[in-house]
């Protein structure tokens, strides 16, 4: 069969209900904890914090599809369905036999997959009658994508965005702004946690954890707002399903049978959202299919973390997730220019890993930036770093196949652009860029500070 360059579905193959791999999965990922009583979050708990309907997805682990609202389809048509492109000139630059195809989640303003669950989150926000929502962002990408969909839907939008990265990046701040959302410096003076947090760390820069904390405080201290999370969660995987039911189409409208899938993992929700549909099939003894997560060295949560309960963020007031983890104080070296920072791991995500239904890799950050760079030359599209991580290993896998002769077939998540990243790459083309692995002593230090639940 003649596969275009670039597919894209027409409207009336759009998926019309979102996966939920929980109910395939034999053993469920493990239940968030009260982190006061240590008893399994119950509903009232998590809607307390979270929009109702939302925690009654983060608790569903049978329902396998759930409708998408009409509302939030009809987002989704402006922006989706994305291509799934085949890979001709790069498979030709490489002389490989493999045929690699990735789909492209990048062309909205947001640049990135997380366009996808802002829209659902922000939709249930605003059909529980809410005021605003509040969160937490590091590199900007999610906080944008939450903006676009609170503008569209008239909420509120509150962003606490890691320090160092709202002085660094303050393009990302201002179209945050531009969308009407209120960025806020973190750690700041304006919650409980922020000014203990500054309190013993003057002049910290801030963390992605320690912004979670801000968020959530302010969520449940102002009326009318909720706070809402743009990865690691159960529902985050469950909107971000939309990415593999639409590659999972595409590819059995063309017969394309992907060998391996690839995907770069931060908290896990652009991976657990390409795999789930075809990890459905692989639980379900219908089709196998080779996974692998592609993490940063100078993060390695799924390779060299302990699968474990633990706090989520850094003020300890978020429920308590068992995970893939190297502690909820551990910050990445300051050189680390890539993404993917957060300490732990979606429980699904994690569950399934040391089910061994996938498997991981990590990846030196300059060995990353070399594979953009070279995606960027051949492909024309100028990859977020942390898309990268998933080039690099697709490009590993295609090279080796020229090694074997093996044709095999390899499909990757591209999640996004790198427009914002460009103080990495200046890095990187400058040969300043270094990598920086953590040694066995800095991740069990951090991995010290674990929830005592974990002796019961
Ligand atoms: C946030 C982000 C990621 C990582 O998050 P996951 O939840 O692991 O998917 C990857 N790529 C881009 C472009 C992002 O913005």
């Given at each position: 069969?003649?596969?275009?360059?670039?597919?894209?579905?027409?409207?009336?193959?759009?998926?019309?209900?979102?996966?939920?791999?929980?109910?395939?999965?034999?053993?469920?990922?493990?239940?968030?904890?009260?982190?006061a009583t240590l008893a399994p979050a119950s509903l009232d708990e998590l809607s307390a914090v979270f929009c109702h309907d939302l925690a009654m997805q983060e608790l569903d682990d049978t329902t396998a599809l759930i409708d998408i609202p009409e509302e939030i389809l009809n987002f989704y048509k402006m922006y989706r369905p994305s291509p799934l492109v085949r890979a001709y000139c790069l498979e030709k630059a490489l002389g490989t036999p493999a045929k690699i195809y990735y789909k492209f989640e990048g062309n909205n303003t947001s640049g990135s997959h997380k366009l996808n669950s802002a829209i659902a989150q922000a939709y249930y926000a605003k059909k529980q009658g809410l005021k605003g929502v509040t969160t937490e962002t590091g590199a900007g990408q999610w906080g944008t994508a939450l903006s676009m969909a609170c503008a569209y839907l008239g909420l509120d939008c509150k962003v606490y965005m890691v320090k160092v990265s709202y002085e660094q990046k303050p393009f990302r701040r201002e179209v945050m702004r531009t969308y009407g959302a209120n960025v806020t410096p973190s750690p700041s003076d304006t919650t409980n946690v922020g000014r203990k947090i500054l309190s013993e760390f003057p002049g910290t820069t801030g963390s992605l954890g320690c912004a979670i904390s801000e968020a959530v405080e302010a969520?449940?201290?102002?009326?009318?707002?909720?706070?809402?999370?743009?990865?690691?969660?159960?529902?985050?995987?469950?909107?971000?399903?939309?990415?593999?039911?639409?590659?999972?189409?595409?590819?059995?409208?063309?017969?394309?049978?992907?060998?391996?899938?690839?995907?770069?993992?931060?908290?896990?929700?652009?991976?657990?959202?390409?795999?789930?549909?075809?990890?459905?099939?692989?639980l379900r003894g219908e089709a196998d299919y080779q996974f692998i997560a592609v993490e940063p060295a100078s993060c390695p949560s799924l390779t060299r973390g302990k699968f474990a309960y633990d706090?989520?963020?850094?003020?300890?007031?978020?429920?308590?997730?068992?995970?893939?983890?190297?502690?909820?104080?551990?910050?990445?070296?300051?050189?680390?220019?890539?993404?993917?920072?957060?300490?732990?791991?979606?429980?699904?995500?994690?569950?399934?890993?040391?089910?061994?239904?996938?498997?991981?890799?990590?990846?030196?950050?300059?060995?990353?930036?070399?594979?953009?760079?070279?995606?960027?030359?051949?492909?024309?599209?100028?990859?977020?770093p942390e898309s990268s991580h998933a080039i690099r290993v697709a490009l590993d896998e295609a090279l080796r196949c020229k090694e074997t002769g093996e044709e095999k077939t390899i499909l990757?998540?591209?999640?996004?652009?790198?427009y914002f990243d460009m103080v990495a790459y200046q890095k990187y083309n400058?040969?300043?860029?270094?990598?920086?692995?953590?040694?066995?002593?800095?991740?069990?230090?951090?991995?010290?500070?674990l929830p005592p639940t974990n002796e019961a």
């Open positions: 069969m003649n596969i275009p360059y670039k597919i894209y579905l027409e409207e009336s193959e759009l998926p019309r209900q979102w996966y939920n791999v929980r109910a395939d999965m034999k053993n469920k990922p493990a239940p968030l904890l009260n982190p969520a449940v201290s102002t009326e009318g707002y909720r706070y809402v999370l743009g990865s690691v969660l159960n529902q985050v995987l469950l909107h971000q399903s939309v990415i593999g039911l639409e590659t999972m189409a595409a590819c059995d409208k063309y017969e394309i049978k992907p060998d391996v899938i690839i995907g770069c993992a931060g908290g896990g929700s652009n991976l657990g959202g390409l795999i789930s549909p075809f990890m459905g099939r692989k706090f989520c963020d850094t003020g300890k007031v978020c429920p308590l997730a068992k995970m893939y983890t190297l502690g909820s104080g551990f910050i990445p070296s300051p050189n680390h220019a890539g993404g993917l920072r957060y300490h732990g791991m979606s429980s699904i995500v994690s569950q399934l890993y040391h089910d061994g239904l996938m498997e991981a890799r990590s990846c030196e950050q300059t060995s990353v930036f070399e594979a953009a760079v070279q995606f960027a030359r051949i492909e024309g599209i100028l990859p977020a990757f998540g591209l999640t996004g652009t790198g400058d040969g300043e860029m270094s990598d920086y692995i953590p040694t066995d002593e800095d991740i069990a230090a951090s991995l010290a500070n």
